[in-house]
Structure formats: C-alpha cells, structure tokens
C-alpha cells in the first residue's frame, strides 16, 4: 500500500508546518530589519501647492515669522525648478544644505550682534531644526528661507569681492579660494575639520554648536546699534515717541549730510540699510491726461464701430512670432484699426505672424495694462475682442471723471489711478517719478479722493482699525501675546499709554475701550514711510513689507490704503524744496524704531483717481479693467 493511501495514513507530519512557520519568522525579521533603515519618502509634488500659493498667488500667507528678503529671485528658482524642494532627500537635509548652513554660521561667527543672523534666518533655523511639527509644510518653508539665505549670502560675498574699497564694511566673513575649494577665512578652524553630521535625521543633521554658536537670535536680543542710531522703542507707559531732531522734527539744515556719528567719525547707520531704494534719478516724461483728447479718441472709436471694418477674433490657438494661422491676417488688421500696427500703403496681409506683428502686440499689450510679451493669449485676445461701442462707452464714462476734477491740477501733484495700479508725481506737466502700487481689494476698495499731502511720517505707528482688530488680530494676540508684542503691538488707553497684551487690556480693546498700535520698526505694518492724506475714508500711502505683490500684473490686495513700491524716492520728491532731502538723509531716518514726522511747507495735491481710459502724454489711449465694477459694462470686467 502506498504511504499517501488515506485508508492507511494513521499520523499527519509536522514537515509542512515547520516550513511554514520558518518562513513566516524569516519574512517577519526581514521586514523588521528593512524597517530599520526606511525612512518615509517625501511625494515629489507634494509641497507644490504651498509654494505656488506663498511665491506667486498669495504672498500675504507665508506661514514663518521670518520674512522672504528676495522673493523676485526665490520665485524665479522655484519657477525654473518646478516648484520642488531644493535641500531635502525625503523629509533629511541634504548633505548640500548642511554645508550651507556650515557657511551660514561661519559667516555669522565672531559677530553676534550682527544683522546676518536675521538676514540668514538663522535664529529660525535653530529653532525649527529642534523641533519638526507639521512636517510636510515645515519641509517647505525651511526650503524656501534656505534659498532666501543662499541668495543672500551669494550677492552679499559677491558686493564684497567687486567693492573692497570703497564699499562700507557689511558684518560678514568673505570667501577665499584654497585648494579645497572656496572657504570662509573667518571659519573657525574647528568647523573647517568637522565633518557634522549628514543631515539625515528628520531635520536635525545641522548642529551649530559645531560653530561653537549655542545660542539663537531674535527680535529682543539682536543688538541694533552697530546698524541703527541709537533710538530704543519706548515703554509701556510712554505716551509719545517724540523725535530726536529739533524743531519739526528735522535734522539740522546745514547744507551738509550732518548724521548721528560714532566715535571713529563714520555714521553710526554703519552702512546702507538693506533697504534702501539707492538714488532718485527724476523721470522726464509728459503727463497729458486730459479730457481734450479723449473726446478725440470718442469720436475715433464711434466712426470705427460705425464703418463696419471691426470684426472680432475668433476663438483659437494662442499666436506669436513665427506662427502662421489665418487668424494672424485678422490680427494684423484689427491693430491697424487700433493705431498699433504701422503697415504700408498696399502691403500684403500675410498669414505669418512676423516681428512687426510683434511690436504691434506688444504694444496693444502695453496700453491695456497686459503683460508685454507678444503672445496673443487668451487675456490678450479678451482685450482685442473689446468692440469700438464697448470703447466708446468706456470712454464717455472717463470724461465724466476727468471733468470732474480740476481743470489744472496743479504745478506739483500726486495721481494714484487704481486700475492702473499705478502712482505719478507730476511736476510741471512732465512725471518726474513712477510706480507700482497695491490697491484695495474689491470688498475694500480704494475710494476716489481729492486731498493733499499734510506730512511724512518716518518709521510710523499703526493704529489698528476696528474691523481688522476684532475680526484678525485680537484672535491671533489671545493666542500667542508675546510673539505680537515682539511685533510692536500693544493695547492703548485712554492717556495714550501703551501697555502688555495682556487678556484683561486685549478684552478692553475688544469691547471698545482701548485701541491698539503697532510701534514704529521693521515689522511694522505701514513699513517705514507714511504719507497722511486727510479724508474721510482713513486711506493713506505707505511703504509695505509684502514687496513681491509689486511684480504681478493684478496688485488689488489691500484693505483700501495704497501701498508704495519707492516710498522713499516719493519722500525725497516731496522734501526736496523743504531742504538738504536725499538718500542718505531718508535711509537715516528710516532705520530702529524712532518715528519722525515731518510737516509739509507746501501742501502737494492728491488724487486718486478711477480711470479705465486715458490719453497718456505720448498720445496713446489706455485700458484698463473695471476692478470694481463702477463703468456698468460687463464687456470691461474682466
């Protein structure tokens, strides 16, 4: 009989089991041991999200407390890279990131008063690398400021190497070139043979206590004075923040830059704030803008939309130079109409769209208030297809506004128009100087305002209005009070003491007792340069810390005050007729936390003004959107 005959199997064997079983424990310490040396990965589009929104949708969200100190070129990084992280393997500091950060403090050392641990964000590296929570957006906010720093640290070493001379000394180390490579000459020879640690430990591979650097910097222990003249923020109960300077608040005219001076004899600024905007080279450009002219372009438009020759461009691919598309002859003739294409008596209307064709785009694009890059998308191709009648009515609706105003407007004038998003000061009839500016938002919008400019306000306060004091900032005070008095703010009663955030002072402030106020200083709201132009609206002009929102095309952010790109060439503008006013007299004044006030002589017009169409100074007719809505024409809200 055979063995595997059931009838005459009498005892099962343990052989199958046995085989079973030790596979089991072999497959179980096999993945316990794979475990060990696994580290989460990271999805390589994970963080994306989070950059976009901060870089290029809504600067106003970045998350640290540390600021972006060059958002124009981290945005520009991140672009070209696909918005990914740059200094991680998974959720590790790359082994690259580590050597930064080595450079970083290296930089720092022998100088811990020195503004570089700030500009570096070291402080801020030292605290994060000890403590990791939310790590997915952690990850990425430490990549964004690690770019920030490198960008610093190369322009910083490059100004030092082409300017050794005759450039003020900046409070870090150069690069020298040895055998090794490019080393810190002030690097502590401790950390030149300290290989550290890889980086590999969920954040914490950068120790700076190799550097001998056991300590952070923050707000309250950086030691200013080797930057800033010697002004302290005052008190709790100091009711005023009076000048230093003598009467109105000036410092001496004596037709010489006569500054706050150290002991060697140099100013005791140190150097040029980073902020400075450098010199105010006047722009000389004509100013038009009158009603004149635009019943010229009224009746222009009338007889286009009255010839029949208008025809709209059809739905189709986006167009540029070396395409060729039947749409590209209808492109052509309708810039002809618009003035924009300069053709020849019987040229042919080709198909190909060429270089003229793209000085012409450019052109239409320049007028409308569109990005200049030749492309006839499809916001370019919503503006083309804005027919004459749509024009004409804009058109009758500016020379309403325009006649509104007065006739002159004046020898000297401020015009902000919020759909140009735009400032020009005009002096006789030529803009001597221009800029970007953010505007309110469609739920706070920027109101039209005829006023003057009553007085500059260096390194101002910020009285915080009601509606954002209730609805944003009281929550974010009972939260974290100490981290908003490091920000300046503080409750204020009814003598006008500054005092704590304390929940007994923050629940008078919410029920109307007390106000609130942000002291003069680098975080301040309003930035360093106030204009106070009287109305009712309580808007004004000021400086603004968010200044990457300067390079989009839509700057309609604010919560109605106008933001300045170059307050302080405005400043300097202004002042010029008041004194010894330049660069360096307005860079003094606006470092530390001293407020300054300065009265204006000579009270220069403001306007700000609604205009969707204008007839600029050169003779070309301007566009822009209705943003809120205001000209009742679907066609132009775009």
């Known amino acids: 009989m055979s063995y595997f005959n059931p009838e005459r199997r009498t005892r099962k064997s343990p052989l199958p089991l046995l085989l079973l079983g ?19 990965v990271l999805p390589e589009n994970a963080v994306r999200p989070h950059l976009i929104r901060w870089l290029e949708e809504s600067p106003d969200s970045w998350p640290a407390q540390d600021p972006i100190f060059n958002p124009a070129a981290v945005r520009r990084i991140y672009q070209r890279t696909d918005y990914r992280l740059l200094w991680f393997d998974n959720y590790s500091l790359s082994d690259t990131a580590n050597d930064l950060l080595k450079q970083l403090t290296a930089s720092s050392s022998g100088n811990p008063s020195s503004m570089v641990d700030y500009r ?22 430490l990549d964004v400021l690690l770019t920030d720093a490198f960008v610093s640290y190369a322009q910083d070493t490059q100004l030092d190497k082409l300017n050794p001379k005759n450039r003020p000394r900046r409070d870090i180390t150069p690069v020298s070139a040895s055998e090794g490579g490019f080393q810190l000459v002030g690097m502590p020879q401790a950390l030149r043979q300290s290989s550290g ?5 969920y954040f914490r591979g950068y120790n700076r206590a190799d550097g001998n650097r056991s300590t952070y910097y923050t707000r309250d222990n950086i030691d200013r004075s080797r930057h800033y003249s010697t002004y302290n923020r005052p008190s709790y109960n100091s009711s005023t923040n009076a000048s230093r300077f003598a009467s109105g608040g000036l410092p001496p005219r004596n037709g ?9 004899g140099q100013p005791a600024v140190g150097r040029v704030p980073e902020h400075s905007e450098g010199p105010y080279y ?3 450009t004509p100013y038009g803008g009158d009603a004149g002219a635009l ?15 208008w025809r709209p461009l059809p739905p189709g691919p986006a167009m540029t130079i070396g395409a060729k598309h039947p749409h590209v002859a209808m492109l052509r003739s309708m810039l002809s109409l618009y003035g924009d294409y300069y053709g020849y008596p019987g040229e042919p209307n080709s198909d190909k769209f060429d270089r003229r064709l793209h000085e012409a785009v450019v052109r239409f694009q320049t007028r409308h208030g569109l990005r200049p890059d030749g492309i006839v998308g499809r916001e370019t191709r919503k503006r083309l297809n804005l027919s004459p009648t749509a024009r004409a009515q804009i058109i009758e609706t500016n020379i309403r506004r325009r006649n509104s105003l007065p006739a002159n407007l004046g020898s000297r004038f401020i015009q902000v128009n919020v759909p140009e998003y735009k400032l020009h000061y005009v002096e006789d009839d030529r803009i001597r100087l221009s800029m970007n500016v953010v505007v309110g938002k469609k739920k706070h919008a920027t109101p039209e305002i005829t006023t003057r400019v009553s007085k500059v306000i260096f390194n101002p306060t910020w009285t915080v209005p009601r509606s954002i004091l209730v609805n944003e900032l009281l929550p974010k005070a009972r939260a ?3 981290g908003m008095e490091d920000m300046g703010y503080r409750v204020v009663n009814a003598s006008g003491e500054n005092l704590p955030l304390t929940p007994k002072n923050l629940s008078a402030a919410g029920a109307g007792s007390y106000l609130m106020r942000q002291m003069g200083g680098e975080d301040n709201i309003l930035g360093r340069v106030k204009f106070e132009i009287p109305n009712k609206y309580d808007v004004y002009l000021h400086d603004t810390r968010a200044r990457s929102l300067f390079s989009l095309t839509d700057r309609d952010y604010s919560h109605g005050c106008i933001r300045l790109e170059h307050p302080r060439h405005l400043a300097e503008a202004l002042l010029r007729p008041q004194g010894n006013w330049d660069q360096w007299r307005i860079d003094q004044l606006t470092v530390g936390d001293e407020t300054t006030e300065v009265e204006m002589e000579e009270k220069v017009p403001v306007y700000i003004t609604y205009w969707t169409a204008w007839v600029d100074g050169e003779g070309r007719l301007n566009f822009r959107p209705d943003i809120y809505g205001k000209d009742g024409l679907m066609d132009n809200q775009f």
């Not at 010489?256 to 060697?264: A, F, G, H, K």
Request: net charge positive; charged share 25%.
């Open 282 to 284: 006047e722009e000389n």
């Open 120 to 141: 570096y964000h070291l402080g801020y590296f030292d605290r994060t690398l000890r403590d990791t929570p939310q790590r997915l957006q952690m990850a990425a906010v």
């Open 22 to 40: 030790g596979l089991c424990v072999f497959a179980l310490y096999y993945a316990f041991t794979a475990n060990q040396k696994t580290v989460p």
């Open 197 to 201: 640690d890889s980086g590999r430990r």
């Open 295 to 309: 019943r010229q372009e009224l009746m222009r438009m009338r007889s286009m939309a009255a010839s029949g020759y």
């Open 480 to 482: 974290n009070p100490s």
């Open 256 to 264: 010489y830059r006569n500054y706050l001076r150290s002991d060697n």
